[in-house]
T-cell receptor
Framework: DVKVTQSSRYLVKRTGEKVFLECVQD?????MFWYRQDPGLGLRLIYF???????EKGDIPEGYSVSREKKERFSLILESASTNQTSMYLC?????????FGPGTRLTVL | RKEVEQDPGPFNVPEGATVAFNCTYS??????FFWYRQDGRKEPKLLMS???SGNEDGRFTAQLNRASQYISLLIRDSKLSDSATYLC?????????FGTGTSLTVIP
């Protein structure tokens, strides 16, 4: 079974803090994605990566950056957390068509 | 215009009912199509892929109409365990586009 893990299920941070969300997949997938999910807005793509050290902006990259130093790991960084970044963050990986999701990190920024 | 649009519902149906969800997509170059299921606050999981010829998996039938850019999911003989949010997903190039989801509650 493909496994995608995320470093935290729940996280509470303060405004202005730098936040790191880690995602690891164990199936040697090329493509990895970061989404946020908010009620009524569905999943929105923040960034994706189709290879090590490669990254592409998604629909809402502002306020975020990413790092992919190893194929299995894709990190999302909130440089200076703000309250409007309170959300559920989902990481996914894919090889061809199907995406496999991690369990999500519910981030609250106070 | 959103890439993928779905009726958010909610759909509340009795056990045993047949329910259909619809989804439209805007990018005619879209290549792959899926229905995902999301339970509560858990992560989405693939329910089934959708092919032009249509495909069936037990009580679930998915259809794709490329000319109309329309995808459907039919659930027959609804079970309580079918209660979830159903996400329509379209793949175009390297990106996946998600609908906002349709909420289904199956009532005893």
């Amino acid at each position: 079974d493909v496994k995608v893990t995320q470093s935290s299920r729940y996280l509470v941070k303060r405004t202005g803090e730098k936040v790191f969300l880690e995602c690891v997949q164990d199936m040697d997938h090329e493509n990895m994605f970061w989404y946020r999910q908010d009620p009524g807005l569905g999943l929105r793509l923040i960034y994706f990566s189709y290879d090590v050290k490669m990254k592409e902006k998604g629909d809402i990259p502002e306020g975020y950056s990413v790092s992919r130093e190893k194929k299995e790991r894709f990190s999302l960084i909130l440089e200076s957390a703000s309250t409007n970044q309170t959300s559920m963050y989902l990481c996914a990986s894919s090889f061809f068509d199907e995406q496999f999701f991690g369990p999500g990190t519910r981030l609250t920024v106070l | 215009r959103k890439e993928v649009e779905q009726d958010p519902g909610p759909f509340n149906v009795p056990e045993g009912a047949t329910v259909a969800f619809n989804c439209t997509y805007s990018n005619s170059a879209s290549q792959s199509f899926f229905w995902y299921r999301q339970d509560g606050r858990k992560e989405p999981k693939l329910l089934m892929s959708v092919y032009s010829s249509g495909n069936e998996d037990g009580r679930f039938t998915a259809q794709l109409n490329r000319a109309s850019q329309y995808i459907s999911l039919l659930i027959r003989d609804s079970k309580l365990s079918d209660s979830a949010t159903y996400l329509c997903v379209v793949n175009a190039g390297n990106q996946f586009y998600f609908g906002t989801g349709t909420s289904l509650t199956v009532i005893p």
